[in-house]
Nanobody, 122 residues
Framework: QVQLVESGGGLVQAGGSLTLSCAAS????????LGWFHQAPGKEREFVAA????????SYPDSVKGRFTVSRDNAKNTVYLQMNSVKPEDTAVYYC???????????????WGQGTQVTVSS
C-alpha cells in the first residue's frame, strides 16, 4: 500500500508561480513512477507530468509544456511540480499518482493522493 500526500496548492495570480509537493510512503513507493494529474470542474482528470524513479521525465502535454517542470527527490520520496507562468485555465484540483508507464506513456494509476486545489486568478 502506497500513501500519497499533496501540499502546496492555493491561490495565485495569472503569470505567477506555484510549487506542489507530493510525499510518498509505504510499500514500494520508491519504485513507482510518480505523476501529476489535474481535474477542472466538469472535466475529466488529465495527465500533467510524470517522472520515473530513475529521473526520466515523461513528455509533457502541450498545455503545460515549457511552463511546468516535474522533479523528484528519491531520498525524501517526494515529487514536485513547479508551475510557472500559470494561466486561469490551470485552475483545477491537482492529484498526485503512483503508477506504471508503458514506454514513454503513463499506463496505469495504482494509487492517488487526496488532491490539492490550485486556483489562478486573472
Amino acid at each position: 500500500q502506497v500513501q500519497l500526500v499533496e501540499s502546496g496548492g492555493g491561490l495565485v495570480q495569472a503569470g505567477g508561480s506555484l510549487t506542489l509537493s507530493c510525499a510518498a510512503s509505504g510499500g514500494t513507493s520508491g519504485l513507482y513512477t510518480l505523476g501529476w494529474f489535474h481535474q477542472a470542474p466538469g472535466k475529466e482528470r488529465e495527465f500533467v507530468a510524470a517522472i520515473r524513479w530513475t529521473g526520466t521525465v515523461l513528455s509533457y502535454p502541450d498545455s503545460v509544456k515549457g511552463r511546468f517542470t516535474v522533479s523528484r527527490d528519491n531520498a525524501k520520496n517526494t515529487v514536485y511540480l513547479q508551475m510557472n507562468s500559470v494561466k486561469p485555465e490551470d485552475t483545477a484540483v491537482y492529484y498526485c499518482a503512483a503508477g506504471i508507464t508503458r514506454g514513454t506513456v503513463w499506463s496505469r494509476s495504482d494509487y492517488w493522493g487526496q488532491g490539492t486545489q490550485v486556483t489562478v486568478s486573472s
